[in-house]
């Protein structure tokens, strides 16, 4: 089954630690995308690769950043988390700009 | 102001009622889509309808461009419909992007 994979699905740190998310499709799509879902459950892009190409980021803070080795691989480093970047963060891939595929979701919690 | 808007915010049916959600855009768009979420679950996508009218069992999804606007309706609603209903549009000026609506609850009582 092909599908969009995220890892870990859940992660508790500290203030100030380093945290990395992964997240790899088997669609065989060109796009990859990280969003944020908040405790409101408003979805807002944050970054958008075609082909490995950075082609969106949004105003996010610095300590964010993404990692794309190939087109199946869109990763997502947090250098020094905060209490406010406790959220769901979501992959998702796409050929292109048609239908969009989303994978489960990592549930960050900062304490 | 928001580009995409949904409505209801919120909407509880008995089972069985029939629900039509709607989602309205200020700009053109590229594509649409509606999404399914249940509580703390992942992102389906429904339809993915750009324009026109599209059927999936017991759902359907209208995309009318001109009036700038797409409908999700649901007929004889069941519990398992329970969630939030989200509509995500590429919109004039940020194609590369899906931009989301705020979402729809709904709840199915039996």
């Known amino acids: 089954e092909t599908a969009v994979f995220q890892t870990p699905n859940y992660h508790v740190t500290q203030v100030g630690n380093e945290v990395s998310f992964n997240c790899k499709q088997t669609l065989g799509h060109d796009t990859m995308y990280w969003y944020k879902q908040d405790s409101k459950k408003l979805l807002k892009i944050m970054f958008s690769y075609n082909n490995k190409q950075l082609i969106v980021n949004e105003t996010v803070p610095r300590r964010f950043s993404p990692q794309s080795s190939d087109k199946a691989h869109l990763n997502l480093r947090i250098k020094s988390v905060e209490p406010e970047d406790s959220a769901v963060y979501l992959c998702?891939?796409?050929?292109?700009?048609?239908?969009?595929?989303f994978g489960k979701g990592t549930r960050l919690t900062v304490v | 102001g928001q580009q995409v808007q949904q409505s209801p915010a919120s909407l509880v049916l008995q089972e069985g009622e029939n629900a039509e959600l709607q989602c309205n855009f200020s700009?053109?768009?590229?594509?649409m889509q509606w999404f399914y979420q249940r509580p703390g679950g992942s992102l389906v996508s429904l339809f993915y309808?750009?324009?026109g009218t599209k059927h999936s069992g017991r759902l359907t999804s209208t995309t009318v461009i001109k009036e700038r606007r797409s409908s999700l309706h649901i007929s004889s609603s069941q519990t398992t419909d329970s969630g939030t209903y989200l509509c995500a549009l590429r919109l004039s000026g940020s194609f590369n992007k899906l931009t989301f609506g705020a979402g729809t609850r709904l709840a199915v009582c039996p």
């Open positions: 700009t053109s768009l590229n594509s």
């Open positions: 998702a891939s796409s050929h292109q700009r048609t239908e969009v595929f």
């Open positions: 309808n750009p324009s």
